[in-house]
Every structure is written in structure tokens, then in C-alpha cells.
């Protein structure tokens, strides 16, 4: 108890020096508190970090001689995170992946859609050949041997929305295919989540598996490769909007860390940023980029990177190091549905300070009688990030009536589907005076979130709300003299 006393003792003086002479925030009063300048130094991307794991990392795979036939294809997996190698499921609440965009890749595509990335060797006793093992290694099935079977192999592959990439190849002296399956075959279609190329054909059987014992070993004979060209377009995931093309990876201010993938999967990526643990410093993620790192010519991992800035093309400047190479990197930024949620559209041409009850974009209103009780600043030191902020409380001190402040817009949101409102707070202008500090969110006139945070430096809040579709967005709170700074509102999609 003693030292918890002796802990509150500092700030208790600090802020009744502050309340004898509060100047209000209309008059440019200097907050009791004065937090750093929003600082984005050192958050920049771990490149080396990304690299150096990506040439620690193992995930390539092909159809193991024990696995059966046509089991569901490989679910998106977590093989790294920030360096530690792992083996975790994507979040799976929030892959809110619309069906109608499985199908639209399934549907209409035909055997000429394929073309052949290598072909294999011939049939006599001798030739020999090898089958693939890569990345993104889905599942494979067995087709019927009369002949070299690549149709109904590509009719597989199109009946799995992520296949862009079949293996054919013929598996000899394996008595599961010779004596247990009922496909009563032995032309193997392996099929992946992204194209091979030749010099992955690694696995040349060898193994006793004929049932004889001391029999002969599996061999590998005519392992070809196919590819379908549509796989340089993936579908944007729901609640994202693609950047054009990038050149390299991003290496971008905000970055949150980066985790690998068994596959190259935009949604499980967008699910992955939509469930990351906010940053105190910039709030939750809001861009990610994801890009295939191909070592010595071989695709080798799917980086999905994560940041609470939106990078855009003029960072994407990381091509790779040493052997390493940054392919099809693509980036998707989470769409906001508040424009100008930091206020920065406001200033005051040219000076540092300024304050308005009227911008674009967003509506204040004041209670009868009351004076500037929701209102816009421009003045870094009340901001979080930026220059501009919006204040709850009577700006000039003339009452004591709590402000509101509307997004002027309806939001073009979808009904039936979670969003995030989201936020940063603070409420440290007038010190121990700032114990009434509260803020309201209503979502469609609806409360659906309070604070009572008293005294408080700038903090992150969320709320998560259904949509109806066109929905309203209001706050409402201070109380002067506790004053509530509101900055950076974001509205995204869960
Ligand atoms: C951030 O880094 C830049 C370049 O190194 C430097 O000029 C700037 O002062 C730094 N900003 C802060 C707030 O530390
Ligand atoms: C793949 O994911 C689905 C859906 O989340 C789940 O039902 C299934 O069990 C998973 N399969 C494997 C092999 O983990
Ligand atoms: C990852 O975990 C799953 C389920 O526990 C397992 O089937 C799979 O073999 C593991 N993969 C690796 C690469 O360890
Ligand atoms: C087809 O596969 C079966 C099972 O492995 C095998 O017994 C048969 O010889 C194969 N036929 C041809 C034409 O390769």
C-alpha cells in the first residue's frame, strides 16, 4: 500500500500545478503532459531477419509413397514466425473468403489452360526419373494408367482452387498401387500451390516397398510437369485493396513482423493481419505484403509481412540478398471506411496552431448553450500522429457539456459483416482535472463502446460492430475541464 501511495505522489503535484493556471486548449495551453513526437524510427522491415529464416526453413514436400490418394488438399499453415520456425493453423474466424471466388478460378478452365514446364524421361527398363518435391505440395490422386494420363490429372487440378501446378509421373513397385488402392494404378498426380521446375525432381524413389521382402525399390519413371496459367492473379481478399504489381519487397515504416506460409494464400495472409495483435504505436495492421522467396532458383517459403502503415510501390525495393530472391510480390492494403481519420486535412495554412467546429468530412455539435464542446485542432503537440486532432470538451472552457463528433458520411459498409472501429485516446491536457475523461462511441445512434480512462497518455482503443449497411459513426464525450483528444479513427473490415 505504502509504495503504491508513494507512486501516485509525482504525477498528484504535477497535475495541481497544471490545474491553478489551466489555460484551455483554445487558447494553446501547454497539455499538463507532453507525450513524444509519434515516431516511426526503427520499425522499419527486418529483411535480414526474413532472409536469414527463409534459408533455415523446410517445406517442401511431394506425394510420400505411404500417403493414400485423394485426401483433402494441405490447409494453409504458419511454418514461421518472426524467425521461429513453426507449425501453426491460420486464425480461421475471420477467412471470410466469399464462395463464389473459389468458383470463379475453378470454372472454365481447360486442358489448354495447362502448359508443360518440363517433360519426363522415357519408358524403357532403364530410364529412370524423378518426381517433385516443392512447396505448396496440395495432395495427389491416382489416374487411370491405359495412358499417359495428363487429362483427367488436370481435371484433379481444377477441381482444387488453389492448384496451379500438377506432377504426372508413373511410381513402380510400390505394392500399395500395385495390390491395395482400388485405382488400381500407378500413375501418380501430385498437385501444388505453385509451378516446379525441373531441377526439384529429387525424389528418385528407392524405397523397399513392394511387400516382397528384399524386393525391389520404387522407381520413378516420365515425371512431367504442368502448369495452369492463371496463377498470377489471385482474388484480392474480401476487405482489401491490391496495389499494382511490385517489383521487390516492401521495406516500409509501421512494421509489425512477418510470418511464413506453406503456400502462397492472400486470404490466410489478410486473416492473419485482421488477427494481429495491435502495435501501441500505430494500432492494428492495415497493409500486408506477400511475396515468394526463390533460393538458388527454387521457391522456397511465401512471406506474408505485416504493418500498421500502408507501404506503397516506392518501398518495394528489397529484391533479395545472396542467393535469395524476392518473387510476385504483391501488396494489399485493409480498406478504411473514414476518410481522414487523423484530421490532417485540416491546417491552418502555414501556421502551427489553429482550431475550427467546422471541416469537411466530419460534423461537431455542441449542446444548446454550449461552445465549442467537439472541435478540430491543429497544433502537433495535442496530435498523435500528424498535426491535427479532434477534441471532446469545451475547447475555450465555457461550460462543462459534453461534445459529439459524426463521421459526415455514411459508410459504404456491407450489412451482416464485423467491423473494427478503432482509435486513439488521450486525456492528459489538465492533469488529476482530467478524472471526468470519457468517450461515447455510438455505431448507428447505438452505444456500443464507453472509456473512463481519467488521466491518460495516448492509447488504443477498439470496438468491433456489425454493419447494417450505411451506417452512422459518432462520439461523444468530455467534459471540461477534462478534455479528450480523439486521433487516427479507423472503420475497417474485421
Ligand atoms: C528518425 O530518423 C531520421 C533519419 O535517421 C532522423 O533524421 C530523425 O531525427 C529521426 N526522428 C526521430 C523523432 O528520432
Ligand atoms: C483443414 O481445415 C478445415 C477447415 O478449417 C478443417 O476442417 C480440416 O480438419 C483441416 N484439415 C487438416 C488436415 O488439418
Ligand atoms: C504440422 O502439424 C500437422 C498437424 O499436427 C501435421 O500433420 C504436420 O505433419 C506438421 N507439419 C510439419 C511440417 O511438421
Ligand atoms: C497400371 O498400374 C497398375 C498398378 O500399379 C500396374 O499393375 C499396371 O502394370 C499399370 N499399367 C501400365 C500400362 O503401366
Known sequence: MHSFVRFLAFPVLAVS?????????????????????????????????IASTAFQIDQKSGATPHA??????????????????VNTTIPASRRSLPAEVVITKMSGRKNSDYEEVFGGTGTDPEDRDAAIIGTAYLTYTLV????YNVDDCFAFCDAISECVFVNL???????????????????????????HSAEEKVNFGGQSLSGIPDGPLTYIQQSSGWTSKSFSSPSPPAGYDPLPNLDGANEAPGYMGFVFLNKYDVDACAAICNNQDPSDVGGSCKYFNIWRAVVDGVPTTYTCALYYIPADPSTAINYGQGSLSVTQSRGYKRITYVLDGGFEDY?????????????????????????????IFHYQPYSHSGDSVALLGSATGHDDYSGTL??????????????????????????????????EVYWNG?????????????????FVVIAQG?????????????????????????
Not at 31 to 39: E, H, I, L, R, T
Not at 351 to 369: A, I, K
Open 17 to 49: 500545478l497544471a490545474e491553478c493556471g489551466l489555460i484551455y486548449p483554445a487558447f494553446q495551453g501547454t497539455p499538463a503532459s507532453s507525450a513524444d513526437a509519434y515516431n516511426f524510427n526503427g520499425t522499419t522491415t527486418d529483411s535480414n531477419s
Open 68 to 85: 493414400p490418394p485423394n485426401l483433402p488438399a494441405v490447409n494453409t499453415t504458419i511454418t514461421a514466425i518472426d524467425g521461429d520456425i
Open 470 to 494: 450505411n451506417d452512422k459513426l459518432d462520439f461523444r464525450g468530455g467534459r471540461a475541464p477534462s478534455f479528450d483528444f480523439l486521433d487516427d479513427i479507423f472503420v475497417m473490415r474485421a
Open 406 to 439: 459524426t463521421y459526415a458520411s455514411s459508410l459504404s459498409t456491407e450489412p451482416g459483416v464485423e467491423y473494427v472501429v478503432e482509435f486513439f485516446h488521450s486525456s492528459f491536457y489538465s492533469g488529476s482535472a482530467e478524472k471526468d475523461a470519457f468517450v
Open 446 to 462: 447505438v452505444l456500443v463502446g464507453t472509456i473512463h480512462p481519467g488521466y491518460s497518455l495516448w492509447k488504443y482503443y477498439k
Open 144 to 147: 487411370n494408367n491405359a495412358t
Open 169 to 195: 509421373y508413373y511410381e513402380f513397385n510400390n505394392g500399395m498401387l500395385d495390390h491395395v488402392y482400388s485405382q488400381e494404378s500407378n500413375l501418380k498426380c501430385a498437385v501444388y500451390g505453385d509451378v
Open 347 to 375: 491546417s491552418c495554412g502555414g501556421l502551427s496552431f489553429c482550431y475550427t467546429n467546422e471541416v469537411e468530412g466530419w460534423l461537431t455539435s455542441s449542446p444548446e448553450d454550449g461552445d465549442y464542446d467537439a472541435s
